[in-house]
């Protein structure tokens, strides 16, 4: 990172499509479980996709509830940073100092509770009522609520920088806690299934009918997801004096933006590549270091391909042989959530030895020249990894991630 | 141990570009709000104003047309908040002669995104069949597309990143600009806040008691009873001393000092109480090693809250006393209403263009203070006084606090 402090994630948590905590989450990753099913949230017999990846039936225990101003998206959200601030052991210590940061990435914001209030009304006229829904102010409504809940004073900030906003919201935490702006941060990616994204995202042509197949030949696009994660970051002489255990570090935030187009990336991938670049320049790690790069992976034949050429245009000739996988398939494309969720499942993988695959993957798709280790987990010893994240508006950030000393894996 | 939350930085103001009620230039800004009347009718009857004007708590910016800032196609089709920021901007894109557009990175402030279009979409999606659904509706929705939009059409490509915290965003993005500059990832950034006034955040915020009653905002005034809606767009030029004088510019600015914090508010009409503002206003001045006797203007939050100005008055009176030595203030939400994420910086330009023309706005016109407030020493008239050191304070009735410390440009600061 640009300062002198290095970071290290000291907690985590995941509320996914595929499991509501980190064991289960990780467990489907390996197994190939898919959150993949038939929309439950809103009709979409009007729509021709019917598939979404939604969040199982969860429980928000009361002690949480009360601190939740909004909606699902908050719920998602304070469910996730309760798992990392407790597997962090930081909870007394927020109580102590409260000045802890808060930083949270969004795509939607909490916009489910207008959406709810108004499928209420049939005649869809717009009374008072229905926009009371957003008097909670949307876009930063989770980070307030995170910052209610553990009684913190200091900044909380939200990056609504789209698809791109979980990796945002690491990077920007893992900055402050670099450039020694504060002592500790939480990041949270959240997004909850939204009917106006599910309908934008069929009217751009990018749904999947049926599965998401991230860099497989004729790959149908993707499916919509919904989810949090929350990674509490903090510097690493603060982790072990307190004797936490480090799962991993935050060696490098790369950001670029394409300047080309709202929602397509730059025919060339340049954002893609300057913010690898970036991210590796900011570890001081050398290209031949990296041992797997999670991939934003939408499984949209733009998206991969782009991507692809990217990673090619970065590694050159070991392009082909580094391991290159999308949790997409299974996950679905969790927007404002999906880089924070993606993070997560890379520190998961340094930590267990073994990359998790692109599932569904059928065919190789000769604009994807990529190793996108399909189908089958891949034991591996990982010491450094980039989790690349896009998004609308030509958002790019690319996270580089190491792993702790003690980490899994076969050595390769 | 408490961690130091106000931060220095080696950092210029060198181009601002604003579309606000008053105007498009720093000029126009400051000229109103030393002539005291407020931007929106007087009459919520006056013809031609539209839906929003007619509205008694709406400051729009009228006859706001993107293409006599902008002249390239496909404009319309953007959200206002969208077209506001890209008029913000265009301006600048002259000025960063010089600096390579992949050098130039972008960061934006909003509280609202672009509620209007999320409403509006959300109507389209439940009235027309869905094949007739716009998709490009659906990405101006999307909250950092406005920023999204301002690099695509000038190619400033560095980074780009929104950030959200109600009205203290603007300045938040200035600060989080500050940082990204200072961590070497650009040669300068575009940084402020845009956001557009919409009929729904105006019945929202009716709703929930935060605008005024009548067609007034009265900032630390007497009968006040809350903000008037208004819209705008802001963006600074930020680069290093060295930088704009290699370029033979003259900064108009430094930025010296800034902070951001957070205060869960007890009760949402008074938001973060003076008892948590002050120790962050302390906290500026004491990275930047001044006194607070050498700060001559601050630029006050104040929208006109009943409750919420009464707590800033009270933290300004606390941290910069009163009497003869107490810094003047300024509330530019008296004259051009409650522009969110655009407050802080469009109140940032105004108090640069009072350290260029030495120059101090007084009240709004009709001004009765509050006898119940701490003195907040806003002058009765627009009076002659040189400004060396300024504050510009933020806080949100959602309990978001963000403040700078601007000063005038020193003479090795000249190209």
């Known amino acids: 990172m640009t300062g002198t402090i290095r970071p290290c994630v000291t907690g985590m948590g995941v509320i996914t499509p595929i499991g509501l905590d980190l064991e289960t989450f990780w467990e489907s990753l390996l197994a190939g479980k898919s959150g993949a099913a038939a929309v439950r949230s809103f009709d979409t017999s009007a729509l021709k996709s019917s598939i979404g990846c939604e969040v199982p039936a969860y429980s928000v225990p009361e002690p949480v509830r009360r601190h939740v101003l909004g909606g699902r998206c908050t719920e998602l959200a304070l469910l996730a940073a309760a798992q990392a601030v407790e597997q962090a052991g930081i909870g007394p210590l927020l109580r102590e100092a409260p000045d802890a940061a808060v930083v949270v990435g969004t795509t939607m914001g909490d916009v489910t509770l207008f959406e709810q209030e108004r499928a209420k009304h049939t005649d869809r006229q717009a009374d008072d009522r229905e926009l009371a829904s957003l008097a909670h102010r949307p876009l930063d409504v989770m980070g307030r609520s995170i910052a209610r809940m553990f009684g913190l004073s200091g900044p909380v900030t939200t990056a609504p920088t789209a698809c791109a906003a979980g990796a945002y919201a690491i990077g920007m935490a893992a900055a402050l806690v670099s450039r020694g702006r504060v002592r500790r941060a939480l990041a949270v990616g959240c997004e909850a299934f939204s009917r106006l994204a599910f309908v934008g995202f069929t009217r751009l042509g990018a749904m999947s009918p049926d599965l998401c197949r991230p860099f497989s030949k004729d790959r149908p696009g993707l499916l919509l997801g919904e989810g949090a994660a929350a990674v509490v970051v903090e510097s690493e002489k603060d982790a072990l004096s307190r004797g936490a255990p480090v799962l991993g570090y935050v060696d490098g935030f790369g950001l670029s933006c394409d300047a080309y187009h709202v929602t397509g990336p730059h025919p060339e991938g340049l954002g893609a590549v300057r913010a690898m670049i970036g991210a590796l320049e900011e570890g001081q790690i050398p290209r031949d270091a990296i041992d797997y790069i999670n991939a934003h992976g939408t499984g949209t034949h733009l998206n991969d391909k782009v991507e692809s050429l990217a990673v090619r245009r970065v590694f050159g000739e070991r392009a082909p042989r580094l391991p290159v996988s999308s949790i997409k398939a299974l996950t679905g494309h969790m927007m404002g959530a999906a880089g924070c969720v993606e993070a997560v499942a890379s520190l998961l993988a340094m930590r267990h030895g073994v990359i998790p695959p692109t599932w569904n993957w059928l065919e190789a798709d000769p604009e994807c020249a990529i190793d996108c280790v399909p189908n089958e987990p891949r034991p591996a010893r990982l010491r450094h990894v980039l989790s690349n994240s896009y998004a609308f508006g030509g958002n790019n950030a690319s996270l580089l991630l190491s792993a702790p000393p003690d980490a899994g894996g076969p050595v390769s | ?415």
């Open chain 2, 1 to 415: 141990m408490s961690s130091r939350r106000a931060t220095t930085y080696d950092c210029v103001v060198s181009g601002v570009g604003l579309v606000a009620a008053p105007g498009r230039s720093p000029q126009d800004l400051h000229l109103s709000l030393c002539r005291g009347v407020p931007c929106w009718p007087q009459d919520s009857a006056a013809p031609g104003g539209g839906a929003l004007a007619a509205q008694p708590s709406a400051a729009p910016i009228e006859g706001f047309n993107i293409r006599e800032h902008l002249d390239r196609r496909g404009l319309k089709d953007l959200s206002r908040t969208s077209q506001l920021a890209c008029a913000a901007a265009a301006p600048l894109a002259a000025a960063l002669e010089g600096v390579p557009p992949s050098q130039v990175g972008v960061v934006l402030g909003s509280c609202w995104g672009s509620l209007s279009t999320v409403v509006d979409f959300e109507w389209e999606t439940c009235t027309v069949p869905v094949r007739l659904v716009n998709p490009l509706l659906f990405a101006e929705t999307v909250s950092n597309v406005p920023a999204g939009q301002v690099s695509i059409q000038f190619g400033w490509s560095a980074f780009n990143l929104t950030v959200s915290s109600g009205s203290a965003s603007g300045l938040a993005a200035i600060r989080e600009g500050a940082e990204l500059l200072s961590s070497g990832r650009a040669q300068a950034v575009v940084a402020g806040g845009a956001d557009a006034i919409t009929l729904p955040a105006l019945r929202v915020l009716g709703a929930d008691g935060v605008l005024a009653a009548s067609r007034g905002s009265r900032p630390f005034g007497l009968a006040r009873s809350g903000a008037i809606g208004g819209e705008g767009a802001c963006l600074f030029i930020l680069e290093s001393p060295d930088r704009a004088r290699a370029r033979g510019v003259t900064p108009m600015a430094r930025l010296r000092c800034a902070v951001i914090g957070f205060a869960e508010p007890r009760d949402p009409d008074q938001g973060p109480r003076a008892e948590e503002v002050t120790p962050l206003l302390r906290d500026l001045l004491d990275q930047a090693a001044l006194d607070p006797r050498e700060v001559q203007l601050v630029a006050a939050s104040a929208c006109g809250s009943p409750r919420g100005d009464r707590e800033e008055a009270r933290a300004i009176h606390e941290v910069f006393g009163r009497g003869p030595e107490a810094p003047f203030v300024m509330a530019p939400k008296g004259i051009l209403g409650e522009t969110w994420g655009a407050s802080g910086p469009l109140a940032a330009a105004a108090v640069i263009e009072s350290m260029r023309t030495g120059r101090i706005p007084g009240r709004p016109l009709g001004f009765v203070p509050d006898p119940d407030l701490p003195p907040v020493n806003m002058p009765p008239e627009p009076l002659a006084r040189p400004v060396r050191n300024a504050v510009i304070l933020t806080r949100t009735e959602t309990g978001h606090l963000s403040a700078l410390l601007l000063q005038a440009p020193e003479e090795r600061d000249a190209a």
